[in-house]
């Protein structure tokens, strides 16, 4: 096995994800400290441009595929590189990020090769030869520190926004992959319903089973990038509460998050869900409306830049924490926001 550490890149419709460049920028600072060098596995399309990037986080080699077989995701095909990848070039340590698809490849990588695999994990530190974990435990509430043993490769499932950027690398060498001919499969991924990418019209619409769910504008930041998240709890009320969430994140031209009491009533898609088991975000401005602020929802918004939360209830949990609270009934004080907004900028 090799001291190097690799990061597993994730492209989008062409477009680098955010979170590759914070698994490359810590591969190589792992990879230093074990005596390694650092590499990024990139498929899809636009791997060339998405090659520079990672080399500029410091990836010495990037493996990069491109091929039809990529589009319209399927596991299959880009599980089966990775692995025959790992195979070739025995990596000590392969970062992944926690997002549907790191978690959707790096599982099937895993049990197809027998590797272990750890989720969710929050900081890495190098201790002597090994590497340290911290992954949270009993909701949030403790953080459990953790060790790989054995031989082979490590997969290691970051926590999105876990790891800073940082671009003190240069141009990387791009060893061309073929991709794999995989036939064609009865199943193909569609949909708004908890998937990443999809099309949502910001409006409310029919669930499956045929409840109303609120489906938040397409064409904003992804959640986990986005710079300013207006976010919606229980204290919504109901799906259409969503509406005025939607109005605010408009006129300031943010993204729409939720917590998970949200998204369990099926108000909304688990894509927004925002915590422990939804994704982790790190914008400049939070605003929770109706959210109490568990342990849960503040492990993925607590280290927003700047924290707003709207609650009626003086004594919620999010006023421990956040830096402007406004004690008052959401439903009055969102459309004066929006107003305000939209004032502003002379709408
Ligand atoms: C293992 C585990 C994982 C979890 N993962 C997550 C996660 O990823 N994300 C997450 O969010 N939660 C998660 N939870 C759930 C978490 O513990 C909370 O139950 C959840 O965050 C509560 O959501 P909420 O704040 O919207 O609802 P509540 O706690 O019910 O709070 C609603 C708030 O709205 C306020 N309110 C009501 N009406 C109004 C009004 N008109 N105007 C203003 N304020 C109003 C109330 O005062 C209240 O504070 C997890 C729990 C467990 C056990």
Redo the contacts with the bound molecule.
């Keep these: 096995m090799s001291n190097d550490v690799w990061a597993l890149a994730e492209i989008n419709n062409g477009k680098l994800a955010n979170i590759s460049l914070q698994l490359t920028t810590k591969a190589a600072e792992l990879a230093a400290a074990f005596g390694g060098s650092a590499a990024a596995v990139a498929l899809g399309t636009n791997t060339q441009a998405a090659a520079q990037e990672l080399g500029a986080c410091g990836a010495k080699t990037v493996y990069a595929s491109e091929g039809e077989v990529y589009n319209q995701y399927l596991t299959q095909p880009h599980a089966e590189t990775l692995a025959t990848l790992i195979q070739q070039h025995q990596p000590r340590l392969v970062l992944w990020g926690g997002t549907n698809y790191g978690r959707d490849v790096a599982a099937r990588v895993a049990a197809r090769l027998g590797l272990s695999i750890e989720y969710n994990v929050g900081e890495v530190a190098v201790e002597g030869d090994g590497i340290v974990m911290t992954v949270p435990a009993f909701?949030?509430a403790q953080s459990v520190k953790m060790q790989f043993t054995g031989e082979g490769t490590k997969l290691l499932g970051a926590r999105q926004n876990a790891f800073p950027t940082s671009r003190g690398g240069g141009t990387p060498q791009v060893e061309q992959v073929h991709a794999p001919a995989v036939p064609a499969k009865g199943a193909k991924v569609s949909g708004p319903f908890g998937t990443e990418g999809a099309e949502e019209a910001g409006h409310l619409g029919k669930a499956p089973d045929g409840h109303d769910i609120w489906m938040p504008a397409a064409s904003r930041a992804k959640l986990e990038e986005a710079q300013v998240i207006v976010s919606g709890?229980?204290?919504l009320?109901g799906p259409q509460g969503f509406q005025q969430i939607e109005d605010l994140a408009a006129a300031l031209g943010a993204s729409v998050g939720a917590?998970?009491?949200?998204v369990d009533a099926g108000w909304i898609p688990y894509a927004h869900?925002?915590?422990?088991?939804?994704k982790t975000v790190k914008p400049t401005v939070y605003i929770a409306?109706?959210?109490?602020?568990?342990?849960?929802?503040k492990?993925?918004m607590g280290t927003s830049s700047l924290i707003i939360a709207?609650?009626?209830?003086k004594d919620?949990p999010i006023f421990q924490f956040c830096d402007l609270g406004i004690v008052?009934?959401?439903?009055v004080v969102v459309p004066q926001l929006t107003a305000a907004v939209k004032r502003r900028k002379g709408q």
Excluded at 273 to 278: E, L, P
Excluded at 328 to 331: G, I, P, Q, S, V
């Design positions: 909701g949030g709890g229980r204290g009320g917590s998970r009491a949200a869900q925002v915590g422990q088991t939804g409306c109706g959210i109490s602020g568990a342990v849960q929802h492990a993925g709207i609650n009626k209830d919620a008052a009934d959401l439903n």
